[in-house]
């Protein structure tokens, strides 16, 4: 069975998560996490990619991007078939290290991102090895508190969410410690395109219209409605016309047709 297409384009933030081979360790010393963040600011300023948060486990790693370019898959092949090479070549081996392609899934950073940022920076903390996440360094939550300077991180579409100066970095900390764990259940391989459902249910909510009228709109008055809450998607929340054909399940020309 071939692979599915990858959901990409320009100017959109992914999620991305990728394994071990066999969920074995792709980090074994504090070099190798510190050869994979070396890495990762030279193929992030090498393809003009920005990093808005990351985590470094010892299984696998996750990284929250902005693509300007559509440079996704290019950017991740060089990025882990470097760190692949430095690995077998430090540890004597031969073989993938890690086990499968990528997986990434479109973001809404001024919708999702916060909380997919927390999710990121609690990796630690829901495996146990720390109880505060300023504690565990390999990942880019003690850059959103200031303690320390990573130039390619750029956590400020996230941190002006909750504010400016030093409140923002207080406010995230609050959230990041916090109990609610968000809309999005992160950890599903099926949530699809940027939680497509849960924003189109969010939307809805906001203007008082009910989510099965957009979603099998019956009549010129429902495909109205339908088309509503595509040119709010597009004009309030920044999605593209091929996010949002994902998620009602039409063609990218008829979705450029609403929004003209």
Same mark, same amino acid.
């Given at each position: 069975m071939?692979?599915?297409p990858r959901v990409c384009g320009e100017q959109v933030y992914h999620h991305i998560y990728a394994w071990g081979n066999d969920r074995h360790p792709v980090f074994k010393s504090?070099?190798?996490?510190e050869k994979y963040l070396e890495l990762l600011e030279a193929h992030t300023l090498a393809a003009d990619i920005g990093v808005v948060a990351y985590a470094l486990m010892q299984t696998h790693v996750h990284l929250f991007i902005y693509d300007r370019e559509n440079m996704i898959s290019r950017f991740m092949m060089r990025l882990h078939g470097d760190y692949a090479r430095y690995y077998n070549k430090v540890n004597e081996r031969v073989g993938h290290v890690f086990g499968e392609r990528f997986n990434n899934k479109i973001v809404l950073a001024n919708l999702y991102g916060k909380w997919l940022s927390r999710y990121i920076h609690?990796?630690?903390i829901e495996a146990c090895l720390v109880k505060d996440p300023a504690g565990y360094p390999w990942s880019s939550y003690r850059v959103y508190l200031g303690l320390e300077q990573k130039a390619f991180v750029r956590p400020?579409?996230? &941190?002006l969410q909750f504010g400016e100066d030093e409140k923002c970095r207080r406010e995230y900390r609050k959230?990041? &410690?916090a109990e609610d764990n968000g809309p999005v259940d992160w950890q599903r391989r099926d949530r699809g395109t940027m939680a497509g459902i849960d924003l189109v249910q969010h939307i809805c909510r906001e203007v008082d219209i009910e989510v099965s009228v957009v979603m099998k709109p019956r009549g010129a008055r429902a495909r109205q409605l339908r088309h509503r809450v595509m040119r709010i998607a597009a004009e309030k929340y920044g999605c593209r016309p091929f996010q949002i054909a994902a998620v009602f399940g039409v063609s990218r020309a008829a979705v450029s047709r609403v929004l003209a």
């Open positions: 071939g692979w599915m504090a070099t190798h996490y609690r990796q630690a400020d579409v996230i &941190l959230f990041v &410690l």
